[in-house]
């Protein structure tokens, strides 16, 4: 029938004490994963003391390097698995491949590891953030039935002609 009938107060109430109880820090706080770097939900993670019997499987030769401050220093790895620095949790999937004895598709150890990102870049505006990019990218999505995505289009990327806006 058209129009609804009106919520009466207790469905307010339950409505509204659902809503707030989604809302809470233990619902929505995310954690950086030791393993693959990503933000998880902290309630989807662990602690990675609970694992460190099993990290031998993410040592990897010639993926990481320490900073250097010149060009002078000697160029050394760092020893030890490729683990995110700072990141004391490791996410529930990444958990169960290592229990496996698998490395993670997403591990850091899997040529995916960067370092820790210097000050100066950690705190540039969006259009400083196109300016240094070397790769510009593209991509459309639209929302379908059950609040799934589907990309309508290829992803798109070209160079960034970095060099000729400064020259």
């Known amino acids: 029938t058209y129009p609804p009938e009106s919520i009466t107060a207790r469905q307010s109430r339950s409505t509204i004490r659902n809503a707030c109880n989604l809302m809470t820090i233990s619902e929505i ?3 950086g994963c030791a393993v693959c770097g990503q933000l998880t939900l902290t309630k ?33 790895e760092i020893d030890g698995p490729v683990l ?3 990141c ?4 529930n999937l990444c958990r ?10 997403l591990a850091l150890a ?8 210097p000050d ?3 705190r540039l505006n969006f259009i400083e953030q196109i300016l240094v990019s070397r790769v510009r990218h ?17 992803c798109i990327s070209w160079e960034n002609p970095t060099a000729k806006m400064f020259n």
């Not at 993670?45 to 220093?73: F, W």
């Not at 899997?110 to 990102?117: R, T």
């Not at 593209?138 to 290829?154: C, D, L, P, S």
Request: hydrophobic residues 35%; contains cysteine; glycine residues 4%.
């Open 120 to 122: 100066v870049l950690s």
């Open 44 to 76: 989807n993670m662990s602690s990675l003391k609970a694992i460190k019997n099993l990290l031998t499987v993410l040592h990897s030769n010639g993926n990481t390097r320490q900073s250097r401050s010149s060009l002078n220093e000697k160029v050394q």
């Open 96 to 105: 169960s491949k290592l229990r496996l004895g698998e490395i993670p598709s």
């Open 138 to 154: 593209n991509t459309n999505f639209i929302k379908v039935n059950a609040g799934y995505r589907k990309m309508i289009a290829h």
């Open 29 to 31: 706080e995310e954690k």
């Open 88 to 91: 004391d949790t490791v996410c």
């Open 110 to 117: 899997n040529n995916l590891w960067i370092g820790e990102v």
């Open 84 to 86: 995110a620095q700072n």
